[in-house]
């Protein structure tokens, strides 16, 4: 079973479209995350979700939306896209009373705007 | 200054050498330390955690030194299978929630 899953795993639009990724987690996890990596490889955070509160919401453009329907789901919407948002989009959850600093990954989704 | 900065390499190595990554961090408040492990076009993967005292894993030893805000990672007899990019990790506080990553340091074991 895939603990954190990510869909689509690829995603090629137009600059100007608005497109969505999905995310679950079945870890039971108490916290989730969207993260970013771009060309150089550097992987930044963009929001947390704390049971299905928002806890964290770097200087993204809010053009980027992320929607937490339950704590298993993180969804990112993305509206009007522009070529600068070609990147992998990673989503990740962690239990937060351990502490521990493991984040769990799902497989990423990368994003092509051309 | 970059919150974590690392070597991006790559270090090029043959089998059973022994290569050390170093990282430093900017916030003298952090508090979390760690490496992560990412394969080619792959998702991150945590590796170890990294205790102010040192630690050990198999091949693998991480050390902190917080005067100097420095992280270190040693792999001791390096195999094909270690060729990735090591992130260094370190929290942001307030809090231990937010991770900020290195840009990784790639490591390439040839035969």
């Known amino acids: 079973d895939t603990a954190v899953s990510q869909t689509p795993k690829y995603l090629v639009t137009q600059m100007g479209n608005d497109k969505s990724i999905k995310c679950e987690q079945n870890?039971?996890?108490?916290?989730m995350y969207w993260y970013k990596q771009d060309s150089k490889k550097f992987l930044k955070i963009m929001f947390s979700?704390?049971?299905?509160?928002?806890?964290i919401n770097e200087t993204v453009p809010n053009r980027f939306s992320p929607k937490s329907p339950d704590k298993a789901h993180l969804n990112l919407h993305i509206n009007s896209l522009e070529l600068g948002d070609s990147a992998v989009y990673f989503c990740?959850?962690?239990?937060?009373?351990?502490?521990?600093?493991?984040?769990?990954f799902g497989e990423g989704s990368r994003l092509t705007v051309l | 200054r970059k919150e974590v900065e690392q070597d991006p390499g790559p270090f090029n190595v043959p089998e059973g050498a022994t290569v050390a990554f170093n990282c430093t961090y900017s916030?003298?408040?952090?508090?979390?330390f760690f490496w992560y492990r990412q394969d080619c076009r792959k998702e991150p993967k945590l590796l170890m955690s990294?205790?102010?005292s040192g630690n050990e894993d198999g091949r693998f030893t991480a050390q902190l030194n917080r005067a100097s805000q420095y992280i270190s990672l040693l792999i001791r007899d390096s195999k094909l299978s270690d060729s990735a990019t090591y992130l260094c990790?370190?929290?942001?506080?307030?809090?231990?929630?937010?991770?900020?990553f290195g840009s990784g340091t790639r490591l390439q074991v040839q035969p």
């Open positions: 990740a959850s962690s239990r937060i009373q351990e502490n521990t600093g493991e984040l769990f």
């Open positions: 870890l039971g996890h108490d916290t």
């Open positions: 979700y704390n049971n299905k509160e928002l806890i």
């Open positions: 916030n003298s408040a952090s508090q979390s």
């Open positions: 990294v205790y102010s």
């Open positions: 990790v370190v929290n942001r506080p307030p809090g231990r929630r937010a991770l900020t």
